[in-house]
């Protein structure tokens, strides 16, 4: 079992910038990808960005330029860092793990960008 943690998550400006935060815990040791999703009112959950355990990085190309997405392994951390916001990446961010065939999920977190 791993337990993700959100956080960083509010309300911006057009324009702006935002770093979410996801600290994992429990059975950290055993995962391999973590990731960034999100989802807007009446949409599916879409991927941000994801970083394999050696740091290999692959970003939608919504967010490619805008995001950078880093991860500290001593520290079971993921961050993503997000600039030159815009009204239509307003959502919900959630943060994943993957340990062997499963995906583990935090409960998210509020991005809202006003313009």
């Known amino acids: 079992q791993v337990q993700l943690v959100e956080s960083g998550g509010g309300s911006v400006q057009a324009g702006g910038s935002l770093r979410l935060v996801c600290a994992a815990s429990g059975n950290s040791f055993s995962i391999n990808a973590m990731s960034w999703h999100r989802q807007s009112s009446g949409k599916q959950r879409e991927l941000v960005a994801i970083?394999?355990?050696?740091?290999?990085?692959h970003y939608a190309d919504s967010m490619t330029g805008r995001v950078t997405i880093s991860r500290d392994n001593a520290k079971n951390t993921v961050y993503l860092q997000m600039n030159s916001l815009k009204p239509e990446d307003t959502a919900v961010y959630y943060c994943?793990?993957?340990?062997?065939?499963?995906?583990?999920w935090g409960q998210g977190t509020q991005v809202t960008v006003s313009s």
């Open positions: 970083i394999s355990r050696d740091s290999r990085v």
């Open positions: 994943a793990a993957g340990i062997g065939d499963r995906d583990y």
